[in-house]
C-alpha cells in the first residue's frame, strides 16, 4: 500500500468510528470515540514526516485535479496536536455526558467534526477546504444546541449565523481568486500577490470561525452547549481552524499585500485586549474563558500576520500551548458546573478542600495560558513579544504585554474566588468529579507544564518543518 492511500485510510478513521459510534449501543459509545481517536493519533504520530508529499485520490484524478491533499510538517503538527486535546476531551466525555440523553448524535457529530480538521489542514485544493470548512460549521451548530433548549438553540442558530456569512465572504474570495488565477491549487498559487478585496474577503471568513473582532460575539455564547463541546470549540478544534486557514493562505501559499497585513495585526492587538477586558468582568466561568481563547488566539492571528521564521515558529508553538492549557481550563470548568450544578463564580469558593485534583490541574493549565515560566505558554508568548520588537511593532508589543498582565488579573481572579475564597452557597458536595473527567483534566495540566519543561522538542520540531 502506498503513502497516499495509507494516508487516505488515516483520515477516514475519525468518519468510520463517528458511524460506529452511532451504531453501537449507548454503553459502547464513548469506547468507540476513543478507540477511533486513539487509532488516528498512533497512526498519524507513526505518518509524521518533515517532509512534504502530496496526496490526490483516483476520482480527483479522473477530474484533472492534481492533488487534494498535501501532507506538509505543519499540517501533521496541528493535526495531531488536535488528535491529542480530542482524545482527552473523548476520555472526559465518558463521564460527562452519562447524564446526556443524546450520547449518540454527540459522538457522532464530535467524531466528523475531528475528521473535517483532519481533511481541512491537509487540503491544498480550495474547494476541499471549503467543504470541511463547512462540515465543521454545521457540526459545531448542532453540538451547541444538542440540548435543544431555547437557549442553547439561539446560541447555536448566532454561531451558524455569523460562521456562515464569513464562509460566504470567504468563497466569494476564493472565486475571485480563481477568475484572476484560473487554479484552486494552493500550492500553484505560491507566492501569488492576492488582491486587497480578495484576501479581505477571506480574512472575513477566518475571523468568524476564530472569533475575532467584530465576528466573535458567537463564542461566549457557545458556552451554554455541554463541556466537552465547549472544549472542542474554543480549545482543540474550531477556532484553531481560523488562525490555521490564515497561515495556509497567506503565510505557505499567497503572499498578502502589507496593508492588508497591518490590518489583521492592528485588529489582532485590538482583539486581545478588548476581549481580555471583557473576560475580567465576567463572572460565568465558561464565559470568562470564552473571552479569554478570543484574547489568546489574538496572539496566534498577530504573529502570523508579522510572516517571519520567528513570528510562524511562535504561533505554531502557541496553537499547542494554548490547546492544551485551555482545554484543561474548560474541562477544569466543566467538572465545577457537572458537580455542583453551577457556573456563577459569586456562588463558587473553597473548592481548593474539596476538589484538590481539578484545582492542581487548574493551577497548571493556568500557569501556561498566563505564560509563566518554565511553561511552555511562557516561551511561545515572549517568542511573539520578541517577534514583533524584531518587526519594529514597539507599540503592538507593549499592548500585548498590557493583554498578557489582564490575562494574569482575569485567570487568577477565577482561581481565587473559585479556589481559595470561603465556600458560596453552591458548594454543597464534598467530592470530586467522576474519575474519567478528573483524569482527564489532569493529564491536560502535566502536559501544560511537561511542554514547557521539555521545551526543546516542539521548538526542535518546529524548527526542522520550517
Known sequence: MTNGNIFLLWLAIPFAGAILAAALPRSLKSSAAFVSLAAALAMGVRLFSTESFVVSSSIASRLGVPAVFVADGFAFFMAITVLAVSLLIAVYSHGYMARESSTGEFYFLFLVFVGAMMGLVFSDHLVALYIFWEITAICSWRLIGLR?????????????MITSVGAVAMLSGIALIYA???????????????????????????????????LHLWLPDAGVAPTPVTALLHAAVLVKIGVYAFWRFFNASMALDPTVAGFVSNASVATALVA???????????RILAYSTISQLAYIMF???????????????YIMAHSFAKAGLFLSAGVIEHTLGAKDLRLLGGLKKTMPFTDAAFIMCALSLVGIPPTVGFFAKYS?????????????AFLLLVAAVMTMYYIFRFYKKAFTQDAGEAVTSRREGPVSMVFAVVALGVI?????ILIQFPTGLISKIL
Open 148 to 160: 435543544r433548549e431555547e437557549k442553547h438553540l439561539a446560541a447555536a442558530n448566532q454561531a451558524l
Open 180 to 214: 484572476a488565477t484560473g487554479s484552486f491549487s494552493l500550492a500553484a498559487l505560491k507566492e501569488y500577490r492576492v488582491g486587497a478585496v480578495a484576501s479581505l474577503l477571506i480574512i472575513a471568513g477566518i475571523f468568524s470561525k476564530s472569533a475575532q473582532l467584530p
Open 276 to 286: 481580555a477586558a471583557a473576560a475580567s468582568k465576567e463572572n460565568d466561568i465558561k
Open 303 to 317: 504573529a502570523f500576520s508579522l510572516n517571519t521564521v520567528t513570528a510562524v515558529a511562535a504561533g505554531f508553538t
Open 384 to 396: 511573539i513579544v520578541s517577534a514583533a520588537l524584531d518587526s519594529h511593532r514597539f507599540f503592538s
Open 448 to 452: 501544560s507544564i511537561a511542554l514547557g
